[in-house]
């Protein structure tokens, strides 16, 4: 069974752009959860997606916002880039939203 | 929200040697899972382990759930067992609306030398 994908790999943006980044969890699993990771916050949970709806949030501003697809796949926006945003975005799947979580390779973003 | 903390920070290692690392958490979960991320950062799972005791290999865990830590057990290491370990909590017992969110810890950062 193929494991969660994350694209693209590696962005660099600049200061003031907008990304897009997007997850295509395992088969069957209903569940996406988004994490940043950072050498001074760590890990940090951003949100929780299952059947389309976003169940669970973190503590980030409002320019981070996502989505899941009828399909199960879901993506991140973050608006507005600032430098502070640059960090390993990890998208995880599950297939509960009480199951094991597992992780995509993340996407590397790079704020300049 | 439930806190988890990870000891030690840093650990280092002969090859051969055996360890343990430690994680506490301070409120009932569904959901703990033990990982090891690898220098491109990609997390590996190592553990689902919200209660008991596994095995997979070299490396051994146990949760105990009522007094809220897990504990990895690392034997015979060697230099392939190098990274950063963590340690994720989540699904508290008392709110479904939590499930689907993972607090992780600091990270137990292992370097285990030839």
């Known amino acids: 069974k193929a494991g969660v994908t994350q694209t693209p790999r590696y962005l660099i943006k600049t200061r003031g752009q907008q990304v897009t980044l997007s997850c295509s969890p395992i088969s069957g699993h209903r569940s996406v959860s988004w994490y940043q990771q950072t050498p001074g916050q760590g890990l940090q949970f951003l949100f929780e997606y299952f059947s389309e709806t976003q169940r669970n949030k973190g503590n980030f501003p409002g320019r981070f916002s996502g989505r899941q697809f009828s399909n199960s796949r879901s993506e991140m926006n973050v608006s507005t880039l600032e430098l502070g945003d640059s960090a390993l975005y990890l998208c995880?799947?599950?297939?509960?939203?009480?199951?094991?979580?597992?992780f995509g390779p993340g996407t590397r973003l790079t704020v300049l | 929200g439930i806190q988890v903390e990870q000891s030690p920070p840093d650990l280092i290692l002969q090859e051969g040697a055996n360890s343990t690392l430690r994680c506490n958490f301070s409120d009932s979960v569904n959901n703990l899972q033990w990982f090891h991320q690898n220098p491109w950062g990609q997390l590996i799972n190592l553990f689902y382990?919200?209660?008991g005791t596994k095995q997979n290999g070299r490396l051994s865990a146990t949760t105990v759930a009522t007094e809220r830590y897990s504990l990895l057990y690392i034997s015979s290491s060697q230099t392939t067992d190098s990274g950063v370990y963590f340690c994720?909590?989540?699904?508290?017992?008392?709110?479904?609306?939590?499930?689907?969110?993972?607090?992780f810890g600091a990270g137990t950062q292992v370097v285990v030398t030839p």
């Open positions: 995880a799947s599950s297939l509960t939203r009480s199951h094991e979580q597992f």
């Open positions: 382990i919200p209660s």
């Open positions: 994720a909590a989540g699904g508290y017992m008392t709110a479904t609306d939590s499930w689907g969110k993972l607090q």
